[in-house]
């Protein structure tokens, strides 16, 4: 991990446990300008934008990051968890 991306999580955990998650996305987002998309950034954002119950886009970010790392147990755990508020528990299992 390099020292951009430390940064970046200094400074967005913090915000995340604070629950302003449109602000977590929007620094994801600004990252993402200038760097190449990181699995477990894309976590911080899908997870976040679960929370504010934007699933479809969730959804999306967590399989991005499952293409960039198939066997990320983070992402894989977060993605069942969404699974489970839509009430698709038999692909919850699957993973």
């Not at 446990?17 to 990252?31: A, L, P």
């Amino acid at each position: 991990m390099n020292t951009t991306t430390k940064d970046l999580l200094k400074k967005i955990q913090p915000i995340f446990k604070e629950k302003d998650y449109e602000s977590v996305i929007r620094e994801i987002d600004k990252f993402f300008e200038h760097n190449k998309l990181q699995p477990d950034i894309i976590n911080f954002k899908a997870t976040a934008l679960r929370e504010l119950r934007n699933y479809e886009d969730a959804k999306q970010a967590y399989l991005e990051g499952l293409r960039l790392d198939p066997n990320n147990t983070h992402i894989l755990n977060n993605l069942s968890k969404l699974l489970i508020l839509q009430e698709e528990y038999n692909s919850a299992r699957k993973i």
